[in-house]
């Protein structure tokens, strides 16, 4: 009905929006008032360099920068290397998780196991990924594996320390609750301490996934042929300032999809919580 409002009598009574509308015009109203900044960043990269407050050559228009991205897709070039760094996090970044998680799990179940591996895991977690790169190289070449093995490592520190932490900082009430409603060991992990943990978990998870993107790239800018860190090192040796930025460009689009999946799977898995109240 396009009508607005009817008439009872002679007292015109409004119509109300459907609740669906309301919720439609409030989240396009959250999006546009969180993309303003970006957009205003964007429209400051455009103008900047046509105004001549920056050097074009070095800081060139926007538009530029996305023509120089539109003939990489063209050409093949931002496939093979998108791909390629894609690859690499994604395959990291699910081994630390396979891997840190239980582990993590584990750890903050067993006080023992604790009190046994801490020593190492705070000697390891101190030493620096990226001092570590010469050593990957030597030892496991230039290949794949040593860019995989530098994206393990790094993720497994934010996984490993945030899944021990969200055990330890499981509500006491809760275990004490489960154990006198005669909870054995393992319905109160499976049913208490695990998803308790979830929330804390996955902002490790989100750590996790923004250190493998930062790992990768400095990986693929010393020892790499391809992926997303070496085109923008061989274009900035090449002069190909465009194509340099628009790997840049590149890198931050793929964090935040992978932000936006990780947080679509987090809801899943805690679709318990309530949903944080409005303002």
Same mark, same amino acid.
């Given at each position: ?8 009598? !002679? ?7 459907? *609740? /669906? ?27 900047? @360099? ?14 530029? $920068?996305? #023509? ?20 690499? #996090? ?6 630390? =998780?396979? +891997? ?18 801490? &020593?190492?895991?705070? $000697?390891? /977690? ?27 490592? *790094? ?34 992990? %499976?049913? =208490?301490?695990? @998803?308790?943990? =979830?929330? !804390?978990?996955?902002?490790?998870? /989100?750590?996790?996934?923004? !250190?493998?993107?930062?790992? %990768?790239?400095? *990986? ?9 860190? +070496? ?10 300032? &465009? ?21 679509? $799977?987090?809801? /899943? ?5 309530? #949903?944080?109240?409005?303002?």
């Amino acid at each position: 009905m396009s009508d607005v409002s009817l008439t009872v009598g !002679t007292a015109p009574v409004a119509l109300v929006p459907p *609740a /669906r509308w309301t919720r439609v015009l409030r989240q396009l109203s959250n999006i546009g008032w969180r993309s303003a900044l970006v957009l205003a960043l964007a429209l400051w990269w455009e103008l900047a @360099p046509r105004l001549e407050l920056t050097d074009p050559a070095f800081f060139p228009p926007l538009s530029e $920068v996305l #023509a120089a991205g539109w003939a990489l897709a063209l050409n093949g070039q931002l496939w093979q290397h998108t791909s390629a760094s894609v690859a690499r #996090a994604l395959g990291g970044f699910a081994i630390a =998780v396979l +891997y840190a998680v239980p582990l993590g799990l584990a750890i903050g179940w067993y006080r023992r196991l604790g009190h046994f591996l801490n &020593p190492l895991i705070e $000697v390891l /977690r101190n030493t620096a990924p990226l001092a570590l790169l010469p050593v990957f190289l030597l030892l496991l070449g230039i290949g794949e594996v040593s860019k995989v093995a530098m994206v393990v490592y *790094a993720c497994s520190w934010p996984l490993l320390l945030n899944t021990i932490s969200a055990v330890k900082q499981v509500d006491p009430l809760l275990i004490k609750s489960a154990r006198t409603m005669g909870a054995s060991a393992q319905q109160l992990f %499976l049913k =208490v301490i695990l @998803p308790a943990s =979830v929330p !804390t978990i996955f902002v490790g998870i /989100r750590l996790a996934s923004a !250190t493998a993107i930062l790992v %990768l790239v400095a *990986a693929e800018m010393v020892g790499a042929k391809s992926g997303l860190g +070496y085109l923008i090192i061989y274009a900035q040796y090449s002069f190909l300032i &465009p194509d340099m930025y628009f790997g840049i460009i590149a890198i931050t689009f793929i964090g935040v999809l992978f932000t936006l999946a990780l947080e679509v $799977v987090e809801r /899943r898995l805690t679709a318990w919580k309530p #949903a944080p109240a409005l303002a």
